[in-house]
């Protein structure tokens, strides 16, 4: 199985900040990398998909990049509704592994 | 507008077999490049990808739990069944169904259902 890793696990920000979140596979993975959030008691909302394609309806301060085996999830300016539980998840191989997540939570 | 929904017992027993339903509409699952998967999450810890299904009836496990695992599609009635045997108190968690959009979106999960808590207690 490929291994995900997010750094960092918890992460305490303020409304307007720039936020980062980085992903690490075990393995390089291409592109196949997407990026979800989920707020308690909800199903997870995919935010990037491909590790850099804006899923519709997805706000644009949200963008992903990077290739291979490291990637990031940036956040430009934190909105109240953007507190909430990021995972990201490879899609090159099966099992499609998730990260342990990372919860942002405002400072 | 695409749905899914999963249904099945909220309450097995310790080496019962669980029988999960997921029943979706908006798209059909004999469309070239489309899957439906299963993910589930034990109560405030990590998402754990199960199980997924392709339109082509491909069939794709968790390696860690293939010998428990059963995935099958019915296409006629829009639905993906997963079984899992030997349940076990770990197995206690929220189970989702997801639609997976396969090779052109990166094979992202992009529609969920609402998620479906299943206990495994005596």
């Known amino acids: 199985d490929i291994q995900m890793t997010q750094s960092p696990s918890s992460l305490s920000a303020s409304v307007g900040d720039r936020v980062t979140i980085t992903c690490r596979a075990s393995?390089?993975?291409?592109?196949?990398l997407n990026w979800y959030q989920q707020k308690p008691g909800k199903a997870p909302k995919l935010l990037i998909y491909?590790?850099?394609s804006l899923q519709s309806d997805v706000p644009a301060r949200f963008s992903g990049s990077g290739s291979g085996t490291d990637f990031t999830l940036t956040i430009s300016s934190l909105q109240p509704e953007d507190f909430a539980t990021y995972y990201c998840q490879q899609s090159y191989s099966t099992p499609y592994t998730f990260g342990q997540g990372t919860k942002l939570e405002i400072k | 507008q695409i749905t899914l929904k999963e249904s099945g017992p909220t309450l097995v027993k310790p080496t019962q077999t669980l029988t999960l339903t997921c029943t979706f509409s908006?798209?059909?699952?004999?469309?070239?490049?489309?899957?439906v998967g299963w993910i589930r999450q034990p109560p405030g810890k990590a998402l754990e990808w199960l199980a997924l299904i392709y339109w082509d009836d491909d069939k794709r496990y968790s390696p860690s739990l293939k010998s428990r695992l059963t995935i099958t599609k019915d296409t006629s009635k829009n639905q993906v069944v997963l079984k899992m045997t030997n349940m076990d108190p770990v197995d206690t968690a929220t189970y989702y169904c997801?639609?997976?959009?396969?090779?052109?979106?990166?094979?992202?999960?992009?529609?969920w259902g609402q998620g479906t808590l299943v206990t495994v207690s005596s």
């Open positions: 393995q390089s993975i291409s592109s196949y």
């Open positions: 997801a639609h997976n959009r396969g090779y052109s979106y990166g094979f992202s999960f992009d529609y």
């Open positions: 491909a590790a850099s």
């Open positions: 908006g798209f059909s699952l004999s469309t070239s490049g489309v899957g």
